[in-house]
């Protein structure tokens, strides 16, 4: 049985010394890959893989240590958020393991709002994903709950004073992709009100344009829900010719967290105009699938 992934977003990308705790309270329990920080967005986002229980532990005490040290009332950044653990994504690396994950984010969630008494609401997306709870922020998540328009599934109807609220659920794997541009942040939301699926753009995408004052430039921030249904190389066309008809410069892109083999495969593919290339002609890939 493969393992289930994590990627846990914490609200800090600044501190050293936060990030570090925070990953070792997961690498205490589970097997840490990857981290990304972004010191704009304020924000780091870690990629952990174990079974149901090591999940549990490595979670719970992670989002313990953003309660302990991230503090919302000084906290600024490009990426919206309601938590110093904003969003807690478990992913089944076996489509048919969907149900295991959705059991693991339940345990998770239930842990987080009983023993750190954190308002935790549970997502399904894509239309109860992490923006429909991000909306305005942590003073207009508040308001919604006071009115009775939401309710967390877990914990306390007030938000903590420090640590605002968690997102948990289980989600399909998907790629969280920025194309970095040099030019103005009305370009960046343009571009991204063109790529998204809510503006007639790519099926499954959704997208933002951010400001990115210390690296000096703005972004595209995109989630690719469907890798499938949308191409990366298919969509950073699209990016790069409506950015330069605006008069901005596509200075890159950058992958957050990890993707699965099957879309870099389709990419390569695409690019290099094999036909019906795909990650069964990836020799490792092919070697993995065979010893299972």
């Known amino acids: 049985m493969l393992p289930l992934e994590a990627v846990p977003n914490f609200s800090e990308g600044r501190d050293p010394a936060t990030i570090e705790a925070l990953g070792s ?136 004073p420090t640590a605002g609220a968690v997102i948990v659920g289980a989600r399909r794997p998907l790629i969280a992709f920025n194309v970095n541009l040099r030019g103005d942040v009305r370009i960046a939301r343009e571009v991204a009100g063109l790529v998204r699926e809510r503006g007639g753009g790519f099926p499954g995408v959704r997208a933002l344009g951010l400001d990115l004052p210390r690296a000096g430039l703005v972004q595209v921030s995109m989630n690719v829900e469907d890798w499938e249904a949308a191409a990366l190389h298919e969509i950073v066309e699209r990016v790069t010719t409506e950015a330069e008809a605006r008069g901005a410069e596509v200075v890159g892109s950058e992958l957050v967290g990890l993707m699965p083999a099957g879309a870099a495969a389709a990419v390569a593919g695409a690019v290099l105009r094999i036909d019906g290339f795909d990650s069964s002609r990836v020799l490792e890939l092919r070697l993995l699938d065979s010893s299972s």
Not at 51 to 80: F, K, M, N, T, Y
Not at 95 to 117: C, H, K, N, Y
Not at 119 to 137: D, M, S
């Open 25 to 160: 309270a997961l690498a205490a329990h589970a097997r840490v890959l990857d981290v990304h920080t972004d010191p704009d967005h304020n924000r780091s986002v870690f990629t952990v893989v174990g079974d149901e229980g090591q999940l549990s532990e490595a979670l719970v005490g992670a989002v313990r240590v953003a309660v302990e040290r991230i503090d919302l009332r000084r906290h600024e950044g490009a990426h919206p958020r309601i938590g110093a653990a904003d969003v807690v994504p478990v992913v089944p690396v076996e489509p048919d393991d969907f149900e295991r994950a959705r059991r693991v984010a339940a345990a998770v969630a239930e842990r987080i709002g009983s023993q750190l008494e954190l308002p935790v609401f549970v997502y399904a997306p894509p239309e109860l994903g992490p923006a429909f709870f991000r909306r305005g922020g942590t003073e207009r998540l508040q308001q919604r709950i006071d009115a009775g328009e939401v309710e967390p599934n877990f914990g306390p109807s007030r938000l903590h």
